[in-house]
């Protein structure tokens, strides 16, 4: 009997230890990529759990898209994007429907060129005003810009008017071609124009002719570390992470 429990025991020593991820990779599309900068460290400390980010536009078909990398087999435990892009992903069976959770709201906002004058939108006939006067416009390929070219020039009456003049700008943040000097005025995501130097932020578009885009997270149905990534979850729809979203320029979902 003895010798049954030692030789049990020496099998069980060579048996390998349970795996516990110490690191997880979560793609994250650019009106998140801000809020999961500060996020992550945050997390690091309270968990020993290093997050490693990867980038990519929540649409769209080019290789760095979210869409594209799960479809082409790269490796994810958790995706952070707009929620209806997320909502095709579960659709097609590259998400796990059970673990969406909704994490926050963005609006869309407006930047000019540092120092320059900042035009008036504090309402709806001023940002009708300042589209119409201006020489160019950029706006995202993502869904910010998607309203901005289908919705908000015709609800304003100026879609003849504005299509000449603006440009849907690709991958890069739009503030950044509004800080080289290449368009007076560049509206996107208000999380994605504030980190970028050499544009000034002028402010949220009307809440009339507002459209909020909702970030939601979930875990890739190959993701490795499923149980980590739900710790990650759990800790992205906090009170603590939601302060510091907030502070990157998302709102909260309950506001």
């Known amino acids: 009997m003895r010798r ?7 099998l069980l020593s060579l048996l390998p230890a349970p795996c516990w991820a110490r690191e997880l990779t979560v793609m994250t599309s650019g009106g998140y990529t801000a809020a999961l900068a500060r996020l992550a460290p945050a997390y690091g400390k309270q968990t020993g759990v290093e997050v490693e980010t990867v980038h990519g536009p929540s649409m769209g078909a080019t290789p760095q898209s979210i869409p594209t990398r799960l479809k082409n087999g790269e490796h994810a435990d958790l995706v952070i994007m707009v929620g209806s892009a997320l909502q095709q992903l579960i659709d097609q069976g590259l998400v796990d429907p059970a673990s969406r959770v909704e994490i926050a709201d963005s609006r869309i906002g407006l930047v000019v060129r540092h120092g320059a004058p900042k035009p008036a939108i504090d309402s709806v006939q001023a940002l009708k005003q300042t589209l119409l006067d201006a020489r160019s416009v950029a706006y995202s390929d993502s869904a910010s810009g998607v309203y901005i070219e289908r919705t908000l020039f015709k609800r304003l009456g100026i879609e003849p008017q504005m299509t000449p003049k603006s440009r849907k700008i690709e991958r890069i943040p739009v503030a950044s071609v509004v800080a080289d000097g290449q368009y007076q005025l560049g509206f996107q995501q208000v999380a994605e124009l504030l980190p970028i130097q050499g ?3 002028v402010g949220r578009i ?28 759990r800790y992205l729809q906090s009170p603590e992470a939601a302060a510091i979203a907030e502070q990157t320029g998302l709102d909260s979902v309950a506001r």
């Open 4 to 10: 049954r429990v030692l030789l049990l025991s020496l």
């Open 206 to 233: 009307p809440e009339q002719v507002q459209s909020i885009t909702r970030y939601a997270a979930g875990i890739p149905v190959g993701a490795q570390h499923r149980h980590e990534a739900e710790q990650l979850l």
């Open 199 to 201: 544009a000034d932020f």
